[in-house]
């Protein structure tokens, strides 16, 4: 039987769902991404490099029996998944015969990006043609690999399809799969997160895919049934685009922590907004999202902080994504660390989340380096 394990976004992406995803997956058999698009920038560091998978999931490489799977609840644009393999390619990890596409997930055409680009407003889309192919997908005009393969036109995304089969890649579905990733463990790495969710997250300000565990069940791993789901979360919040963002600060206190945690887009480049960690927003992500453990990140941000803010509540509890539009958040200090390596100064932090959410902390991360991720 197969054991199975899915690591998601807890907030509004950028959690550092990357870096964890990829210290996991020495230890896994398969790195499933089950949702998104190119909307998706997972920053992982290999041997001191900075990478940033867009598509492709962020398995380690070097584990040279582990593979990477694409599923049919992704959206994806065949030109920049070229792209990415080619980097594979040209680092001669071997690496492209082990990375399998299911040719149900939809594409994402040159005209969505368009799209996207021409009706972007407040949202603050990606521009990478997201909302425009789920909206075809929904409408049910849109296109699957599946149907670009067999068009009987040489259209450009057959060009890719070969070129990458050339390269090793293979084009097989989840069923397909089924009767190998059985007997194999399965990591599930969601993009975005439950905030975002089409469903669940603080609409209209989300992305189209689903987030939550509700998103490897859409995308034909029914069967697979993860046991564990960590949420992973920052030990502060950030956000891209508009939308209520509860916990956000300004001015210099804002710049400070923008510039401290690097919080720049690793897609767009955009300054991201910050904020102190959002309890609230957190407990109803693990409500909605199905997680059961948590991953906190970036501890190594605050160090030297004296004290740090913590929302508690808001002056109701957020049981409807539309609650967080006008919550007004309650905070708490809780003494700050001097040293993110020394887990006694960050027990009384810790022992918040994990007293407002209900979730076992499993695991938390305090640097780039695969070493700074420890469990709890
Ligand atoms: P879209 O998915 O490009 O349509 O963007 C919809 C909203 O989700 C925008 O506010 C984006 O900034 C946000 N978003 C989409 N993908 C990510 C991500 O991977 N990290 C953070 N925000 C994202
Ligand atoms: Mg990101």
Known sequence: MSYAVAVLGAMWGDEGKGHITHHLSKTFDWVIRFNGGANAGHTIYRDGVKYVHNLMPSFDWRKTDLKAFLGSGMVIDLEQLHKEVSLLWSHNTGYPSRVYVDPDAFVVLPEHKEEDKASNGHIGSTNRGIGPAYTA????????IRDRMRDADNNRDQHFIKEMQRMGVHFKSALEMRREMESASLLFEGAQGVLLDINHGIYPYVSCSDATIGGIYASGFAWARPEKVYGVAKCYTTKVGEGPFPTEIHGKEADELRQRGNEFGATTGRPRR??????????????????????????????????????????KPPVSSSDFFDAVPQYITVPGWEDSKDHDQLAPFVRQVERLTRCHVSYISAGTDTKDIVSW
């Open 137 to 144: 997908r929904t409408a049910r005009r849109g296109l699957r």
């Open 274 to 315: 910050v904020g102190w960690l959002d309890l609230p927003a957190l407990d109803y992500a693990c409500q909605k999202g199905g997680i059961t453990h948590l991953i906190l990140t970036k501890f190594d941000i605050l160090d030297g902080m004296d004290r740090v803010k913590v929302c508690v509540a808001y002056d």
